[in-house]
């Protein structure tokens, strides 16, 4: 906007120095690679942060920081979630809030364990104890807390960095051993043999949260027939009564009926105890053909024999009900087990109706099983190798050679009714992407039958944001079924609890959980493993120390984090429970929002935060997840830094990042990539370029020497701060509602179309051309002094760097030392005059109409500066003429000429037709010519003069410029 002298002027004297040109230190360029780190150092030495979180004097406000996961390099999803947390803080900040963010890591787990495993040697992993894996986990982790720290910290986040909280502290893990002993003296915590998703590649149990279902998955299906060796009486009249007589004597029973099943998992019929029938649906037994009946559920009959390829007849029809106790013989193994009755999960929709059932490999054979006394036999071990009990199969592998050599030993023994492939979706363990199965172990689990009404009175007391959020949580955690919180893996904090050798007997009390978790709060979990019995018992059981066996089991991470609120919002200092706000993808409402959930209604009664807030996932410009096979990956250090070649990939700095957090609609999935970021550095240098102007037309004002009074400020001033007060109560009030976006729209439009083309563009002739310490100067310099320093604060929650970049370049001494400290943006009653919109309205509306006209004559070449045109206008609307005749009348003569607005040299209003017109305009709202001006052009000016050559001294000086040099 720098406005240069003619060509012509290099042969004489240049008048350019006697224009008040731009000076200011803040630069056109960021140079964010230097500057960001510059002012983060400013902040930290200064402790600006931390001074406002502790000395505010408003209420507390505390966003309690969900933990990432402290493994691998920081993302555009974690850059998502800690910025917006970042914005959210730092406004609170400045609105006066007391504002402590301790930030987290989830430290413990598998991904870290098999981190520690896979960087060793085979020797050395046999080498391995437990409590030496656990050194390398926690130095592991404790070194990628770091590495993502600096990230987070380059990214211009505030948090108590020195303090912060990880799952791996000892004061942590005693407040989570706390949260356990609490649920389980409560009653909560059980323990009990139950089927649970097993993963064989990882060796332990998974909670639903740990599953993937990917595509493609499948399994060798098998159609088996059971032979029957014994009928219940009842059931035997029954078919007489429709003709059917069968053998009496087992081995020709066995010959001619079959109980036809189906599985897809082959593996788990060694565990076969009984086939379960619906009672209410009709089964029928049908002839094959070949002298053999099969027992199918009616409705599939037609099905089946398709399948089969063979015809099936049936010859008898009888309830689910009548079929209980039909004894049948394992085709495998050397047991005889009966036909029960299971419940409404046995349907028509695929299968048989009739189910194999194996209490020990699934949940619904678990709970018929109980039902029917039946025994959880789980011949698999922890790697998924069929025991002993499996018989012949000892040995086999379920995930690898079991189901082919269990198909064609039933093929042998005649009992395979037909094999074929099935798709269907199969739960993965989502670490080592390898199928899971079902396998019953003993287990510690959380109850959350018990507490399940309060939670969800809790969630009911939550706002949840958006809406939506509260019926996803609502119905998983109505749905859910109790939470196996055990693991059987090393890194992790331990289940406190004792067995007595002999008796498998429970040891967990109050006074040995209180014993636990005062020998982790003084030594961290480790004790757990370094310690023998006699060490650990309470007091009351060391002396028959040799008499129990501490648990091996640790808990599941998201214990771990889910008791967060337990060990950091509710104990540490400046840090309110519930906290204020929880802000985490919108995956958590099944992860982290609800094991927090779960564990404070289940110690508390009461939900750990009162406010939840979600947002989307990070994607390509395409809406595709990021991913290293399709080259869309976006990492925010490149972003930040610039990558290998930067012309691609220029050094954005962490601003634009920032921004683009503002500027996405996070309650979905947000797109990220190199288009994207061009358009927001465009915004960027937009918002950067119209500070920088507003900077250095202030090199020569000092606010309590030079600035006029608000009521004696021209009506364009007045406007002008009106049009302020209104863009920041919009911001402020996106900021309230969390939508950024709004924030970064208004921000944009304000640079845009208020400032840089209106107002700012008018200024140009009262900035330059006036002297020094005209009032007409003087005025636009205090409107913009006044808007430079809340612009900076509005903007300081998201484009930090440049905000505080801002202040430090305001060259009048301000009364704070950084923008943090000068509080969030208000503005004096008296700016608010709404009497200034409506005409003012018009006349931009008019100013566009006529720019219209003046673009059209520029284009055709018949203009170059607006200033050689001059303008005659006729308002056709009472509104407009209104507006005219107001700042005729009320304007300011030096200020407010709509001549000067219309940066022309001639303006008539009204008046007759001209005759000579470069071009004009007839519209609703005005009838509006163009001609070129009279008169000369001002060499200093460049407006057209007709006074210009009276004055001997500056002969090519108008009589405005020639008064402004005699004055200077
Ligand atoms: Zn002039």
């Known amino acids: 906007m720098t406005q240069q002298t003619g060509q012509d002027a290099d042969k004489r004297p240049s008048y350019k120095d006697t224009l008040n040109l731009l000076e200011t230190g803040f630069g056109m360029r960021a140079n964010a690679i230097h500057r960001e780190p510059e002012l983060q ?110 990230g987070f910290k380059r990214w211009g986040i505030w948090a108590d960095w020195e303090h912060p909280y990880l799952t791996l502290q000892k004061d942590y893990e005693a407040a989570q051993i706390d949260v356990f002993g609490t649920m389980a003296l409560k009653g909560h915590i059980y323990r009990g043999l139950k089927p649970v998703h097993w993963s064989p590649s990882s060796r332990t149990a998974l909670a639903e949260a740990e599953l ?207 094999q074929e492939d099935y798709s269907h979706r199969y739960p993965y363990d989502w670490r080592t992407k390898k199928p899971t199965i079902f396998r019953a172990t003993e287990q510690w689990f959380a109850s959350v039958e018990g507490f399940r009404t309060e939670a969800l009175t809790a969630i009911d007391g939550v706002q949840w944001l958006p809406a939506s959020g509260r019926n996803r949580i609502e119905s998983m955690v109505s749905e859910r079924g109790d939470w196996c919180i055990s693991r059987q893996r090393t890194w992790g904090v331990p289940i406190p609890v004792f067995y007595q050798r002999e008796t498998g007997e429970v040891l967990l009390n109050a006074e040995s959980i209180a014993h636990v978790k005062a020998l982790i709060a003084e030594h961290g979990a480790d004790i757990w493993w370094e310690k023998d019995e006699v060490d650990l018992l309470p007091p009351s059981h060391s002396a028959e120390a040799h008499l129990w066996r501490k648990g091996t089991d640790t808990m599941d991470v998201w214990f771990d984090s889910g008791s967060s609120w337990a060990s950091v919002s509710s104990q540490r200092d400046g840090l309110s429970y519930p906290a204020d706000l929880y802000l985490e993808g919108s995956d958590q409402h099944r992860g982290w929002f609800q094991s927090s959930l779960l564990t404070s209604v289940a110690v508390n009664g009461t939900a750990p935060y009162r406010t939840v807030l979600t947002h989307g996932f990070a994607l390509d410009e395409k809406g595709r997840k990021m991913s290293k096979s399709l080259g869309n990956v976006v990492d925010p250090m490149v972003i930040i830094e610039g990558g290998k070649n930067q012309k691609q990939e220029p050094a954005y700095g962490a601003d634009v990042l920032r921004l683009w957090v503002s500027s996405v609609d996070y309650s979905a999935d947000v797109p990220i990539g190199a288009g994207i970021l061009r358009q927001l550095s465009d915004v ?27 009521r004696e400020l021209p009506l364009l001033d007045r406007w002008m701060l009106q049009r302020t007060a209104t863009v920041l109560d919009q911001i402020s009030e996106a900021f309230e509602r969390y939508e950024f976006f709004r924030f970064f729209q208004l921000l944009q439009n304000f640079c845009v179309a208020d400032l840089s083309n209106f107002y700012l563009d008018i200024a140009k002739d009262r900035l330059y051309v006036s ?161 070129l001006s009279r008169g000369e052009k001002c060499e200093r000016c460049w407006h057209y003069e007709s006074d210009i050559g009276q004055h001997s001294a500056h002969p090519s000086l108008c009589g405005r410029c020639v008064s402004v040099l005699e004055r200077r």
């Open 212 to 418: 993937e279902y990917p595509d493609g998955h499948t399994s060798p299906s098998v159609y088996v027939g059971f032979p029957v060796v014994d009928l219940p009486e009842g059931l035997r009249s029954k078919l007489n009564e429709q003709g059917l007589d069968l053998p009496a004597q087992s081995n020709a029973l066995s010959e001619g009926l079959q109980v036809a099943i189906w599985t897809t998992t082959p593996w788990t019929l060694p565990a076969n105890l009984a086939v379960s029938v619906n009672e209410r649906l009709d089964y029928c037994l049908a002839d094959d053909g070949k002298g053999r009946f099969l027992i199918v559920a009616a409705e599939l009959c037609d099905a089946i024999a398709s399948k089969l390829e063979r015809p099936l007849q049936a010859k008898a029809t009888v309830k689910g009900a009548d079929l209980a106790g039909i004894t049948y013989s394992h085709p495998l193994l050397e047991r005889r087990s009966a036909i029960v009755v299971g419940g409404e999960y046995i349907t028509t929709e695929s299968g048989t109706g009739l189910v194999h059932t194996a209490p020990g490999h699934g949940v619904d054979d678990f709970n018929t099983g109980r039902k029917h006394g039946l025994p959880v036999l789980c011949p698999v071990d922890e790697a998924g190798t069929l025991t002993a009990e499996a018989g012949r199969f000892e040995g086999l592998n379920v995930l690898k050679d079991a189901n082919a050599v269990i198909i064609t030993a039933l093929e042998d023994c005649g009992s395979l009714l037909l």
């Open 771 to 931: 002297a020094p310490t005209d009032k007409r100067r003087r005025s636009c310099q205090t409107v913009m002094a006044l808007i430079i320093e809340r612009l900076a604060a509005a903007i300081a929650p998201v484009l930090c760097h440049m905000a505080e970049d801002i202040w430090q370049n305001i060259p009048y001494p301000t009364e704070t030392e950084s923008v943090f400290l000068s509080g969030w943006p208000t503005v004096p009653e008296e700016w608010r005059d709404d009497s200034l919109q409506a005409p003012m309205q018009e006349l931009r509306e008019l100013r566009a109409a006529v720019n219209k006209v003046l673009e059209e004559c520029r284009s055709k070449r018949m203009l170059g500066a607006s200033l050689e045109a001059a303008v005659r206008l006729e308002a056709r609307t009472p509104a407009l003429q209104d507006a005219l005749h107001w700042l005729q009348s009320k304007g300011d003569q030096e200020v407010d000429g709509l001549r000067d607005w219309l940066l022309v040299s001639q303006l008539q209003i009204g008046g007759e037709p001209w005759a000579e017109l470069l071009a004009s305009d007839d519209n609703e709202l005005a009838v509006i010519e163009v001609a």
């Open 41 to 150: 150092a400013f902040w930290k030495d200064k402790g600006i942060d931390l001074e406002l979180g502790r000395n505010n004097p408003g209420p507390m406000f505390t966003l309690h920081d969900g933990p990432p996961y402290a493994n691998g390099a920081l993302h555009m999803g974690h850059a998502l979630n800690k910025v917006l947390k970042d914005i959210i803080n730092k406004h609170r900040l400045m609105q006066g809030r007391k504002v402590r963010f301790v930030p987290g890591w989830d430290c413990h787990g598998l991904p870290i364990e098999l981190k520690v495993l896979q960087a060793m040697s085979q020797e050395q992993r046999q080498a391995l104890t437990p409590i030496k894996l656990r050194k390398k986990a926690a130095a592991y982790a404790h070194k990628q807390v770091a590495g993502q720290m600096a």
């Open 684 to 710: 960027y240098r937009k918002v950067r370029n119209t500070s920088r102007y507003l900077l250095g037309n202030l090199h020569d004002f000092v606010p309590s020497r030079d600035a006029i009074a608000i």
